[in-house]
């Protein structure tokens, strides 16, 4: 379960989040509200590209949540997808600690900036 962030609604941000990440992160979304998709539930029959998932994250204001790192050159090329949560860290339950662990601060991040990471070594905002 996610932390209690006092001021902040969790349910504020909205996120896409690719298939490099597995649905048990979904879940957790999902059990505190927040507005969350999963690529896999979205495609048809052949995967999802890279500029399907970023033509929805800018119409619908959604955080690509990746390890993919073709939405970090995307994203510095052509600031595609609208904002990206680049999760670089191989450990599961590393970055999920992170995560969960400094979600307040990804949040605040997300309301004046476009890119967090998530390495093997915390979090890096670009």
């Known amino acids: 379960m996610f932390p209690d962030f006092g001021w ?3 349910k504020s941000l909205k996120y896409i989040i ?3 990440v597995t649905r048990h992160v979904l879940k957790r979304f999902e059990a505190v509200g927040m507005d ?5 539930d979205l495609q048809g029959e052949s995967p999802m590209k890279d500029r399907e998932i970023n033509l929805i994250s800018i ?4 955080i690509v949540m990746t390890k993919d790192y073709d ?3 995307s994203f510095m090329q052509s600031k595609r997808p609208y904002k ?11 970055w999920r600690a992170v995560f969960l ?3 307040d601060a990804i949040q605040e991040h997300f309301m004046n900036a476009d890119l967090v990471e998530i390495g093997k070594d ?5």
């Open 71 to 73: 939405f970090v050159e």
């Open 8 to 10: 902040m609604d969790v």
């Open 84 to 94: 990206l949560l680049f999760i670089s860290s191989d450990d599961e339950a590393q």
């Open 36 to 40: 969350v998709v999963h690529v896999l």
């Open 18 to 20: 690719d298939a490099s």
């Open 101 to 103: 662990t400094h979600f």
């Open 59 to 62: 119409r619908e204001d959604r």
């Open 122 to 126: 915390g979090l890096v905002f670009h």
